[in-house]
T-cell receptor, first 115, second 114 residues
């Protein structure tokens, strides 16, 4: 069974641009969460999608947005990039939302560098 | 607000030594706690998942314990090997319907010296 895949793996953008990152969950998984990892703040929760609906959102500005498609694939978008958005963006998938025993499985991440 | 703390931030041990990594959290209302391993520049690999009703979980040379009432978890690594060198993160899943949100500690960077 293929794991969580994220594309692209690396991105370089300049300030003011926008970027879209993609995540394909493990087959059969319906929940997708996004996290931002920086050296200073560590791993921080961005948002979570289940059945094409955003279920939970972290404390990030509105420049960060996402969506989920009917096949459970998810994209996140960051508009008007700032230097501080440079980070490793990780996507995680889980089977279903309601079961408490489920764990999250993480992808390799997308390394975004903003110049 | 849930806060997760991992001590120490970094640890260096000689090969073969047994070691313990610590994780503490402020809100005991959790569904479960997960330990991850992260290699430099890579994603997270799940090591162990402990449900809130459980006291410990074991996988090979790894043993994780959970004391929910005191807000603590430990990850015990037996007979450490150079390949165990990585950053170890613990994360708690908050209680509440319909959420997988994890709150992470900042990790313990482990170096196992041959």
């Amino acid at each position: 069974k293929a794991g969580v895949t994220q594309t692209p793996r690396y991105l370089i953008k300049t300030r003011g641009q926008q970027v879209t990152l993609s995540c394909s969950p493990i087959s059969g998984h319906r929940s997708v969460s996004w996290y931002q990892q920086t050296p200073g703040q560590g791993l921080q929760f961005l948002f979570e999608y289940f059945s094409e609906t955003q279920r939970n959102k972290g404390n990030f500005p509105g420049r960060f947005s996402g969506r989920q498609f009917s096949n459970s694939r998810s994209e996140m978008n960051v508009s008007t990039l700032e230097l501080g958005d440079s980070a490793l963006y990780l996507c995680a998938s889980s089977p279903i939302l309601a079961a408490t025993y489920n764990e999250q499985f993480f992808g390799p991440g997308t390394r975004l560098t903003v110049l | 607000k849930q806060e997760v703390t991992q001590i120490p931030a970094a640890l260096s041990v000689p090969e073969g030594e047994n070691l313990v990594l610590n994780c503490s959290f402020t809100d005991s209302a959790i569904y479960n706690l997960q330990w991850f391993r992260q290699d430099p520049g890579k994603g997270l690999t799940s090591l162990l998942l402990i449900q809130s009703s459980q006291r410990e979980q074991t996988s090979g040379r790894l043993n994780a314990s959970l004391d929910k009432s005191s807000g603590r978890s430990t990850l015990y690594i037996a007979a450490s090997q150079p390949g165990d060198s990585a950053t170890y993160l613990c994360a708690v899943r908050r209680s509440g319907a319909g959420s997988y949100q994890l709150t992470f500690g900042k990790g313990t960077k482990l170096s196992v010296i041959p």
